[in-house]
């Protein structure tokens, strides 16, 4: 584990800046879902997880109710987790193709996984106040994680999470807009891509696809 890295996770759990957050958190923990009512919930921010060497990272937005908030780790045990990981298997980036639970020996390959808000916010909308709170850090993430050359970012809220702390050291063109399978080379060398994020809805509805994201991440790899 990288130490800095190590460093700001125990920041980030210890985390107590948005009441409103700490408030629907500890709501969730009360009213446990029945398949889950015998589970104790981590209930607490989540950390990034993965390869802290890797130069693909993968952003998404907050962790899920019922998922990362009640397991512990980033996109674990929830539906968009199960899509996610039988495309990062498929594309071998991942050892497994589920993500159940922190002890399940899930593995990634080359590749750290994190997201922009670090508690779950009520109706996945959070705040502008809770989304500069995380910005912190979020932007240390990218700061630590130094062999970074592909940055995937899941959903509009993610990239835009990403566009910010760019912009803020190199110059962004207009252009650099989300949009599904957009790859936009940094002056930094770095490769910000955009990606639908892998939830029910968009799988649902079509949106994407397992064979879709399977090739998006091939073409991912390749970048790096």
Same mark, same amino acid.
């Given at each position: 584990?990288?130490?800095?890295?190590? @460093?700001?996770?125990? #920041? @980030?759990?210890?985390?107590?800046?948005?009441?409103?957050?700490?408030?629907?958190?500890?709501?969730? $923990?009360?009213?446990?879902?029945?398949? =889950? +009512?015998?589970?104790?919930?981590?209930?607490? *921010?989540?950390?990034?997880?993965?390869?802290?060497?890797?130069?693909?990272? =993968?952003?998404?937005?907050?962790?899920?109710?019922?998922?990362?908030?009640?397991?512990?780790?980033?996109?674990?045990?929830? #539906?968009?987790?199960?899509?996610?990981?039988?495309?990062?298997?498929? !594309?071998?980036?991942?050892?497994? !193709?589920?993500?159940?639970? $922190?002890?399940?020996? +899930?593995?990634?390959?080359?590749?750290?996984?994190?997201?922009?808000?670090?508690?779950?916010? *009520?109706?996945?909308? *959070?705040?502008?106040?809770? %989304?500069? /709170?995380? !910005?912190?850090?979020?932007?240390?993430?990218?700061?630590?994680?130094?062999?970074?050359?592909?940055?995937?970012?899941?959903?509009?809220?993610?990239?835009?999470?990403?566009?910010?702390?760019?912009?803020?050291?190199?110059?962004?063109?207009?252009?650099?807009? =989300?949009?599904?399978?957009? $790859?936009?080379? %940094?002056?930094?060398?770095?490769?910000?891509?955009?990606?639908?994020? *892998?939830?029910?809805?968009?799988?649902?509805?079509?949106?994407?696809?397992?064979?879709?994201?399977?090739? +998006?991440?091939?073409?991912?790899?390749?970048? /790096?």
């Amino acid at each position: 584990m990288n130490h800095n890295i190590s @460093i700001l996770n125990n #920041k @980030i759990i210890k985390c107590k800046l948005c009441p409103r957050l700490i408030k629907f958190r500890n709501k969730i $923990i009360k009213k446990k879902r029945k398949q =889950f +009512l015998n589970e104790k919930y981590w209930g607490k *921010p989540i950390t990034g997880f993965g390869d802290t060497n890797a130069k693909i990272l =993968f952003v998404g937005l907050a962790p899920a109710a019922h998922g990362g908030t009640r397991t512990g780790r980033v996109f674990t045990g929830d #539906k968009s987790s199960d899509f996610l990981y039988k495309c990062l298997y498929k !594309s071998n980036i991942s050892n497994q !193709s589920n993500s159940d639970h $922190i002890n399940d020996g +899930l593995q990634l390959k080359n590749a750290y996984i994190t997201t922009a808000l670090k508690c779950v916010p *009520p109706e996945d909308k *959070p705040l502008k106040i809770e %989304l500069d /709170n995380c !910005s912190k850090f979020f932007n240390k993430e990218l700061e630590y994680l130094k062999n970074i050359k592909v940055v995937v970012a899941l959903g509009k809220i993610a990239f835009d999470a990403c566009k910010y702390f760019y912009k803020e050291k190199f110059y962004l063109d207009k252009s650099v807009k =989300f949009g599904h399978g957009k $790859i936009f080379k %940094l002056e930094s060398g770095i490769s910000l891509v955009g990606c639908y994020h *892998p939830s029910p809805r968009n799988v649902n509805t079509g949106r994407i696809n397992v064979k879709k994201m399977v090739m +998006l991440f091939n073409k991912i790899k390749k970048l /790096n």
